[in-house]
T-cell receptor, first 109, second 115 residues
Framework: GQNIDQPTEMTATEGAIVQINCTYQ??????LFWYQQHAGEAPTFLSY??LDGLEEKGRFSSFLSRSKGYSYLLLKELQMKDSASYLC??????????WGAGTKLIIKP | DAMVIQNPRYQVTQFGKPVTLSCSQT?????MYWYQQKSSQAPKLLFH???????NEADTPDNFQSRRPNTSFCFLDIRSPGLGDAAMYLC??????????????FGPGTRLTVL
């Protein structure tokens, strides 16, 4: 079967750094996405990785290791508005998007 | 601004009363998707259209139907809503499938309540 694992919930402090991990076992791999979803709202696209390595975009960075089936999303200089769920999703060999259940990130002052 | 629009944002219906949700896009994307998302769960793909080609997920109940009359519009029909169909319904689009064109862009969603 296809599976994406990420922690259910994490807590961090405003101004700090947090790393959200994602591991995947899928039928093939054609890319990995991270989305941010605030409560009651739709997911918004954050990043796309298809090659190994780190992609940096402002305060957010995403890392991929295809050999390990592993990615992380790194959030720096945390702000209260970063409180949201972060969803990891993988495109498989059939170009189906397989979603993780999301990690709820709670930011404390 | 190019975007994905969903109407209505909130829909209340009665048990068994048909309901239609709509989605439009100004991105001129080839692919449109309908997802169902329940609280604290991953989005669940119901259907997708690649241009006019309709693709139904194997576990999508027959109670759910979809139409895409043109590139810009897509509709989700729920023929006889049950209490278990209360959820957020998300429409998304992508430019294409494969070759790095898979990034999906979501509309704001329609929150369906079934009484």
């Amino acid at each position: 079967g296809q599976n994406i694992d990420q922690p259910t919930e994490m807590t961090a402090t405003e101004g700090a750094i947090v790393q959200i991990n994602c591991t995947y076992q899928t039928s093939g791999f054609n890319g990995l996405f991270w989305y941010q979803q605030h409560a009651g709202e739709a997911p918004t696209f954050l990043s796309y990785n298809v090659l190994d390595g780190l992609e940096e975009k402002g305060r957010f960075s995403s890392f991929l290791s295809r050999s390990k089936g592993y990615s992380y999303l790194l959030l720096k200089e945390l702000q209260m508005k970063d409180s949201a769920s972060y969803l990891c999703a993988v495109i498989d060999s059939n170009y189906q998007l397989i979603w993780g259940a999301g990690t709820k990130l709670i930011i404390k002052p | 601004d190019a975007m994905v629009i969903q109407n209505p944002r909130y829909q209340v219906t009665q048990f068994g009363k048909p309901v239609t949700l709509s989605c439009s896009q100004t991105l001129n994307h080839n692919v449109m998707y309908w997802y169902q998302q329940k609280s604290s769960q991953a989005p669940k793909l119901l259907f997708h259209y690649y241009d006019k080609d309709f693709n139904n997920e194997a576990d999508t109940p027959d109670n759910f139907q979809s139409r895409r009359p043109n590139t810009s519009f897509c509709f989700l029909d729920i023929r006889s809503p049950g209490l278990g169909d209360a959820a957020m319904y998300l429409c998304a689009t992508s430019r294409d499938r494969g070759a790095g064109a898979d990034t999906q862009y979501f509309g704001p969603g329609t929150r369906l309540t079934v009484l």
